[in-house]
Nanobody
Framework: QVQLVESGGGLVQAGGSLRLSCAASGRDFSRFAMGWFRQAPGKERDLVAAINWSSGDTYYGEVVKGRFTISRDNTKNTMYLQMNSLKPEDTAVYYC????????????????RGQGTQVTVSS
């Protein structure tokens, strides 16, 4: 059974940085794609970034390009989201997600999801 556990959320001032981590277990992830989506109150879910576990190919949502970087450490089965130049509009619950197959920009293509971690950016 796939388990995804996020960590690293918190409160940061605008312009600051945070790094989220997602520890994955329960499967061989070599054929998986993993990523992050976020949901803010009153807003639609938004796929932030995704990565192909074996190739390292990445996808980024337009609003985070140039500010966020997704990466993974295959040896630790852990994925990261480095978030720089944070803005108040980045405030949301961030969820780690995974799917068997290639990356897609559609959050509901990802079957597995963690519990989420809150990111709050103050102005």
């Amino acid at each position: 059974q796939v388990q995804l556990v996020e960590s690293g959320g918190g409160l940061v001032q605008a312009g600051g940085s945070l790094r989220l981590s997602c520890a994955a277990s329960g499967r061989d992830f070599s054929r998986f794609a993993m990523g992050w989506f976020r949901q803010a109150p009153g807003k639609e879910r938004d796929l932030v970034a995704a990565i192909n576990w074996s190739s390292g190919d990445t996808y980024y949502g337009e609003v985070v390009k140039g500010r966020f970087t997704i990466s993974r450490d295959n040896t630790k089965n852990t994925m990261y989201l480095q978030m720089n130049s944070l803005k108040p509009e980045d405030t949301a619950v961030y969820y780690c997600i995974a799917r068997l197959g290639p990356t897609t920009p559609i959050w509901y293509d990802y079957r597995y999801r963690g519990q989420g971690t809150q990111v709050t950016v103050s102005s």
